[in-house]
């Protein structure tokens, strides 16, 4: 798949580094043959949801976070909105801009209203010190986010919240099997809300899971997943019909039995990646607390332009050149999209967000990818750094208005 290294990139005549394509990511997932027979046996007992499956995972799921409950749902973003609920939040929540934007649709849906505050520069996860001066009398909560992974600063927000008497939920969509302070994450706050969804690194499919030390939380969660009610149809409340079911269940246990080892060989990319990307100029990677680990939902560089000598957009198209996919994580960030424009705050309040939606590329990462490739995409990055100059000629004179060009991104609700 990977093609030998002939000095030029790509993008001004030289062979690509990639025969075909390279994907951002693909799923980790067990043989073909293992989910055939579990499909079978859920297809001859006939119980497709609320069954044994489900059950199971959910257990040993809340084994592997040390958390008293865990409770599956149909995904991530559902978890999120139920969480906040069943909390009975009202008015401001505060959360991050540079995330993914279920994390705010979660408050939309909710009726509330989202307060974005920066990030820190060096973790890319929502600063302490910011949300604390978004606090008014208003606020009901703080959503934060291990953003790739990379657990937040849970001790410092857990007493931000205690001192001022708000729930912090978490949106560990990306952080199955990440530790903090050697911990897993999952407990902390009033809940964590993990994503099983194909992009991150425990699947199941679709789904999600979210943990908590509540039991209040967890038995009014369990009602508001299956509409309302504990199985007696007398609704406590207005659920949705949010359950996962025992295909999906059976493909999470699978994938959990096998995360550890995934995970290693995942970070092993990463270290390769770190420590051949790392040195070049212009190029910063997120900082992980020593003793902290991250399940690096994906592997993210930060661009800088001037050291670099090209802008991040060049470099994803030059590597695009090269048969690499990229990704713009977290472009726009959310407090810049149409949905969320009567949530703005002004102009050049979150500094951090804007540098990092502006600067940070995604590269492609999964626990299976074979070294040669994490090899070819450090090789295409350096020799698109090498012939910088050239590179960036031959982009502006063949797209002279690119940066002009309208974000195309899908209108409100
Ligand atoms: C993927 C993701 C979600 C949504 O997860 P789904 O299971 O797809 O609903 C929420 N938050 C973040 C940060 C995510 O990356």
């Known amino acids: 798949m990977t093609a ?16 075909g394509n390279l994907p951002i990511t693909r799923p980790t997932l067990p043989g073909g043959a293992e989910v055939a027979s579990d499909v079978a046996e859920i297809i001859a007992g006939g119980q497709l949801t609320n069954g044994e499956r489900v059950a199971a995972f959910e257990e040993r799921a809340a084994a592997y976070l040390g958390v008293e409950h865990a409770v599956a749902v149909s995904s991530c973003s559902i978890g999120l909105l139920l969480v906040a609920r069943c909390l009975g939040l009202e008015g401001e929540v505060i959360l991050p801009s540079y995330t993914f934007c279920a994390t705010a649709h979660a408050l939309l849906w909710n009726g509330l209203v989202p307060v974005f505050v920066d990030c820190r520069a060096d973790t890319w996860n929502i600063d302490p ?25 849970l001790d410092e927000l857990t007493a931000l919240a205690r001192r001022h008497g708000l729930a912090l939920v978490v949106d560990a969509a990306h952080a199955f099997g990440s530790r903090y302070a050697g911990r897993p994450v999952g407990g902390w706050g009033a809940a964590e809300v993990f994503s099983l969804s194909p992009t991150k690194v425990l699947v199941a499919g679709e789904g999600g899971l979210i943990g908590t030390r509540d039991p209040r939380l967890a038995e009014r969660l369990r009602m508001a997943r299956n509409y309302g009610h504990a199985g007696d149809y007398d609704c406590r409340l207005c659920g949705v019909n949010a359950r996962m079911t025992e295909m ?13 080892e995934n995970l290693e060989r995942r970070l092993h990319r990463v270290w390769e990646y770190v420590a051949r990307l790392g040195g070049l100029p212009g190029v ?3 900082r992980v607390r020593p003793g902290d680990r991250s399940t690096y939902k994906d592997f993210t560089i930060r661009v800088d332009e001037r050291a670099f000598g090209l802008d991040r957009d060049d470099l994803a198209q030059a590597l695009a050149a090269e048969g690499i996919a990229t990704k713009k994580y977290y472009h726009p960030a959310v407090h810049d999209q149409q949905a969320y424009r009567a949530f703005r705050p002004p102009a050049g309040r ?25 090899a070819a995409v450090v090789e295409a990055v350096a020799a698109i750094q090498r012939y910088a ?19 195309n991104v899908p209108a409100a609700m």
């Open 129 to 153: 010190a910011r949300a604390a001066a978004a606090i008014t009398p208003r606020t009901s909560a703080i959503f934060a986010v291990h953003v790739f992974g990379n657990p937040c600063a």
């Open 284 to 286: 910063s990677v997120q």
């Open 4 to 19: 030998p290294q002939d000095g030029k990139p790509a993008v001004l005549g030289g062979t690509p580094r990639i025969t």
């Open 350 to 374: 979150l500094p951090v967000t804007s540098d990092l939606a502006r600067r940070a590329l995604s590269l492609p990462l999964y626990s299976h990818m074979p070294p040669a490739e994490v």
């Open 389 to 407: 100059g050239d590179v960036a000629g031959t982009l502006q004179s063949a797209r002279p208005n690119r940066k002009g060009v309208a974000l």
């Open 248 to 260: 999906n269940a059976a493909l999470g246990l699978r994938c959990l039995a096998a995360l550890e």
